[in-house]
């Protein structure tokens, strides 16, 4: 998994009746975009994520792609 600060992370539920947890990436602590990643969630809680199986990544457009 490859991040960079400004990506989000959507970390699916495991379990009927608890929600999906979307944060936004502010800090990259390993090297060439591996994880730890420093993350805000939507409730303003923040903390260093080793993501699993259970999480997917969604890349913030690029330049090029926000002008399309």
Known sequence: MRAEVGDH???????????DREG??????GG???PPYLVRFED???TLIFP???CTVRHR???DQSLS
Do not use: M, N
């Open 9 to 19: 992370l959507h970390i699916h539920s495991r379990a009927i009746g608890i929600v």
């Open 61 to 63: 457009p690029t330049q």
């Open 32 to 34: 060439g975009g591996q």
């Open 24 to 29: 936004e990436v502010l800090e990259v602590h």
């Open 44 to 46: 303003g809680h923040q």
């Open 52 to 54: 699993g199986p259970d």
